[in-house]
């Protein structure tokens, strides 16, 4: 498993907001556990939440990394505000929206949408099912004395691939 939690990014206004889609399939070894059948009840396979939010951070740490060229060692420092209304299970579709509140030397806030599109009711439309809002750390930064590798081991290959492949140039 990768621990990618986007698939692709849709939309990039550089140093404001990022739109990234997360398409969930029951071909994910993570929702056969969660929730398992029992004796007494069918399986009922959802995205944990914990999922939910990494894929707004990962979102979010991309668009706060991207504002100046993947230089900074970005890492989620703070999850300010976690809501979420409604389960995403197989078949359905997650937009992640983040958008840069306040960026400084340090770090970055950013207000992330969350929206769920039901293939089976599409009809419907992309319904809002949650608000999260993070934090992040300049590592380098903000952690005087402490070294770090030099290399950027936030934005490895996997996400250079994400980018590459939804259009977004990689310096490098």
Do not use: C
């Amino acid at each position: 498993m990768r621990w990618m939690w986007i698939d692709r990014i849709v939309e990039l206004v550089p140093r404001e907001r990022m739109v990234a889609i997360k398409n969930v399939s029951l071909a994910e070894e993570h929702l056969h556990d969660h929730f398992a059948a029992t004796a007494s009840r069918p399986a009922m396979p959802i995205m944990p939440a914990s999922l939910i939010i990494e894929g707004m951070a990962q979102t979010a740490g991309v668009l706060v990394g991207h504002a100046e060229s993947f230089k900074e060692k970005v890492i989620l420092a703070k999850v300010g505000l976690a809501e979420l209304d409604r389960e995403a299970t197989p078949g359905t579709t997650l937009r992640y929206t983040a958008t840069i509140r306040q960026m400084d030397r340090q770090g970055a806030s950013t207000e992330g949408l969350v929206e769920l599109f039901d293939h089976a009711r599409s009809a419907d439309g992309w319904q809002k099912i949650g608000k999260i809002d993070l934090m992040f750390s300049h590592i380098d930064q903000n952690m005087g004395g402490v070294e770090f590798p030099e290399h950027n081991f936030v934005f490895g290959e996997s996400f250079k691939t994400l980018l590459r492949t939804s259009g977004v140039s990689v310096p490098g």
